[in-house]
């Protein structure tokens, strides 16, 4: 069989799908075979019309709606006539499923080990991450696929066998992929990686998980969600000037904090949303995750049919106008939210947001006194746009205008001006209309259709260990992120703001009211630009090479390549039970550590170069923890051995300590601070301390992709019931449960207490609270999700 880096060097690649000609009001458009990817909305309306019986004909929200229209079973999931929303648990049925490739390694490695021969539902996999920018497009696109061979054959074999589509290197970012291709109003998705909610922006909810969630949809397992509470963001009055979308989400980032979305669904309605793109909805949605929102969605409005039409999928908007009629894609009048915040988009100004925390908002009227203040220098080292949040054709009209502007007045660029562009339909026709040229004629540098400096895939040889500012359209800013340089300060802006800025090299320069001086002496101001939501030609397809066939069927003789001495991919050993002959409590555990503060999934298993070993368990937990804070000294990367043996030192790093305890079969607990786990979905946060032999994680409180995670992977998240206690317990302690037998076996207001053994000899008890549902604490007991779904499979 030939593999993928070979057809990809030779260019005999199959060619996309087939697409005819047709007719539209906005933009010329090729319309496709849309029976894959168009809502089943005959069988969700009957589902929601049952559910409305069900609750009395109460209105629902438009989250609620779609989420209830596909309930597996309505009666299980809603009976009771009890609060819902923040309480129950739903077991749902998603339409389709999308990986990226870092998290896809793990997910279909698990998926291989349930022993079926197809996905259930359809699935498609994106290559995005393992591509890393150094100096180009062209060479970065060809050097990383030589050095993600076998990876990349993995994934390809892997599809072949199970009949997932497959996006190969250079199509284009995950989430631009599916928004261009498969979200569709009112369905229900999955994507391993915590920004597939950017789909919300075609009115759906879209939500991003761990591989074990995305290989319960991918056997035909119902997905349990707890039904999250719905915020309604009323949008009134119109963006203008300066202002954008991306400045929207950064504004509600600050209003919100990274916690304030946790356990939410964000449902914006009101006259605004109808004023916004669909590709601007989409980074709205995208955003959400840094609040922690379980995803974000939107009534279907005219630029979403727009948006579908001018993308081939006229067929899903004629379905939706029609579910539409019915009333399926938007909220009922009288809908009642959990919280409901207004925001008049004719106040809002452009927001940046940063350094190291998404939610640190500052008006940009404001941000150059905030610099001040703060003592940092005024020097901007480099400017950043695209990536899955801010890379749409309207993005990049927009930046372009300000380059005409610049290039007319004599201007280039006085920092690096690094551009992504999201997919390669994107990028081709950014070429076709200039739009590329433009930006390089100011001194843009344009990257490969890839996620890049994003995720940490920048190797960048300059500001090595220096405190410096980049201005980015990313969405995320934790330390070490971008480059990994713990003194780099990532400030987070719309495309426009991070363009405009790159031309004055200061942090200070405010495009609204400041001039650039011209080599002539003359003052020189941009007038804010004005971009195109949709191209007048319509989009071109690119380099179809790099497209799948739609709906592939399975080849089951295909052989899945994993090399037996391969140090990128490992077949999955199962995890085992916790349990032995003492019962249903946990044996006791010894407390590696306490963490201090922030606590992210890039502090848990950090990305960058870690990136190729995603789909080998043993070598990325060597990097478990690394750079989280231990409570207990404040150092970073340390942890203590109270029970060293004779020639081992009495500190190591974590996962030294980690992999001290595994050898001694010693199981053990971690105990942490607030929003635990909050950044991506990435699954190996949970997997690598599940691998060294982590039993229970107890915290202030927990992310919630990163809380069901660890649930999946066999590993028990208790919260303190006063997070006072979470100082209580330290390094060496040894942590009994008491009352988890009575939760395993069903019994009513059964409570889990903790039993502290100090290493003084003092002894305590402190209460704990839990999310644990019915199905959760059989995974638990099964010793994984994974487990349990092998044992009830015939």
Same mark, same amino acid.
């Given at each position: ?73 309505? *009666? ?22 999308? &990986? ?5 390694? &793990? ?64 199509? %284009? ?15 229900? &998705? ?27 949809? &991918?056997?035909?397992?119902?997905? *349990? ?15 203008? %000037? ?33 004023? @916004? ?108 746009? %695209? ?77 090595? %260990? ?55 002496? @003359? ?13 007048? *030609? ?174 999946? @992977? ?77 044992? @009830?499979?015939?």
């Amino acid at each position: 069989m030939k593999m993928l880096s070979a057809t990809l060097r030779n260019s005999t690649l199959a060619a996309g799908p087939t697409l005819r000609r047709s007719l539209a009001t906005h933009a010329p458009f090729y319309e496709k075979d849309c029976s894959s990817i168009t809502p089943p909305y005959a069988q969700l309306i009957e589902k929601w019309e049952h559910v409305r019986e069900l609750l009395n004909n109460r209105p629902l929200t438009l989250a609620e709606k779609i989420l209830y229209s596909h309930l597996n079973d309505p *009666e299980k999931s809603l009976s009771g006539g009890g609060k819902i929303r923040g309480e129950s648990y739903l077991q749902l049925t998603p339409q389709r499923v999308a &990986m990226q490739d870092a998290s896809a390694q &793990m997910a279909l490695l698990q998926f291989m080990s349930a022993g079926l021969s197809r996905c259930a539902v359809p699935t498609s996999i994106h290559c995005d991450h393992l591509i890393q920018a150094i100096d180009g497009a062209e060479s970065d696109l060809k050097r990383s696929i030589t050095s993600n061979e076998e990876v990349f054959d993995f994934l390809e074999s892997a599809a072949r066998k199970y009949g997932i589509e497959f996006w190969k290197p250079g199509s %284009g970012i995950i989430h631009q992929i599916v928004l261009e291709n498969y979200a569709a109003p009112g369905m229900l &998705m999955l994507g391993t990686d915590s920004h597939t909610p950017n789909a919300g922006g075609l009115g759906l909810l879209a939500i991003g998980v761990g591989g074990a969630d995305a290989v319960d949809a &991918m056997t035909g397992t119902p997905w *349990e969600l707890k039904a999250p509470q719905v915020v309604g963001i009323h949008l009134t009055g119109k963006l203008s %000037g300066w202002a954008t979308p991306k400045d929207l989400i950064l504004h509600l980032a600050g209003k919100l904090t990274v916690r304030g979305g946790t356990g939410r669904i964000l449902e914006y309605f009101g006259p605004g949303v109808a004023n @916004q793109s669909c590709t601007g909805l989409a980074t709205v949605a995208n955003m959400g995750a840094e609040v922690g929102a379980t995803t974000s969605t939107f009534p279907y409005t005219d630029n979403m049919r727009a948006y579908l039409n001018a993308t081939g999928r006229a067929p899903v908007a004629r379905a939706a106008d029609k579910a539409a009629s019915m009333g399926f894609l938007n909220a009922d009048e009288g809908a009642e939210y959990d919280e409901v915040i207004e925001i008049n988009l004719s106040e809002l100004e452009p927001t940046i947001n940063g350094p190291f925390t998404p939610d640190l908002a500052t008006p940009l009227s404001k941000f150059g006194s905030f610099v001040k203040e703060r003592g940092w220098k005024d020097e901007l080292s480099a400017g950043l746009i %695209g990536s899955c949040t801010n890379s749409s054709y309207e993005d990049m009209t927009r930046v372009a205008e300000l380059a005409k502007q610049a290039k007319a007045a004599g201007l280039a660029t006085k920092v690096p001006f690094l551009c992504t562009p999201g997919s390669e339909q994107i990028r081709a026709t950014m070429e076709r209309d200039g739009v590329i040229n433009t930006l390089e004629d100011v001194g843009a540098v344009v990257l490969a259709n890839a996620c890049g400096p994003c995720i940490g895939q920048w190797k960048r040889d300059d500001m090595k %260990g220096e405190e410096n500012a980049i201005l980015t359209s990313f969405n995320r800013n934790f330390k070490s992120r971008n480059d990994g340089n713990q003194l780099t300060m990532n400030f987070l802006a719309s495309p426009t703001i991070v363009t405009a800025m790159a031309f004055s090299g200061s942090l200070s320069f405010n495009p609204m009211t400041d001039a650039l001086t011209l080599p002539s002496g @003359q003052l020189f101001r941009f007038t804010p630009p004005a971009g195109q939501d949709l191209p007048t *030609e319509g989009f071109t397809q690119g380099n179809t090479d790099y497209y799948p066939s739609p709906t592939p069927e399975p080849q089951p003789e295909t052989e899945v390549i994993i090399r037996a001495d391969s140090q990128r991919l490992e077949l999955l050993e199962p995890f085992s039970s916790h349990f032995g002959d003492r019962g249903l409590e946990l044996p006791p555990l010894k407390v590696l550590m306490r963490v201090r503060g922030k606590c992210t999934t890039d502090h848990i298993s950090a990305a960058g170069p870690w990136l190729k070993y995603k789909g080998h368990l043993t070598n990325i937990s060597e990097n478990l923890l690394i750079t989280a804070v231990n409570d207990e000294g404040g150092n970073v990367n340390v942890a203590f051995d109270h029970d060293r043996a004779a020639g081992e030192t009495e500190t190591d790093t974590i996962p030294a300590v980690a992999k001290r305890f595994k050898a001694r079969n010693q199981p053990w607990t971690l105990v942490v601070d607030d929003n635990y786990g909050e950044g991506s979905a990435r699954e190996h946060a949970a997997l690598q301390p599940r691998f060294y032999g982590c039993a229970m994680i107890v915290a202030r409180s927990f992310a919630r992709i990163h809380e069901t995670n660890l649930k999946k @992977q066999g590993v028990l998240p208790l919260w303190f019931a006063d997070k006072a206690d979470y100082s209580r317990i330290g390094s060496g302690d040894v942590v009994e449960t008491i009352g988890l037998a009575d939760l395993i076996e069903g019994r009513q207001n059964a409570a889990v207490k903790l039993k502290v053994t100090k290493r003084t000899g003092e002894v305590f008890e402190i209460l704990t609270k839990h999310t644990m549902s019915e199905d959760q604490l059989k995974w638990f007991c099964a010793g994984s999700a994974l487990n349990f779904i092998r044992s @009830q499979m015939p």
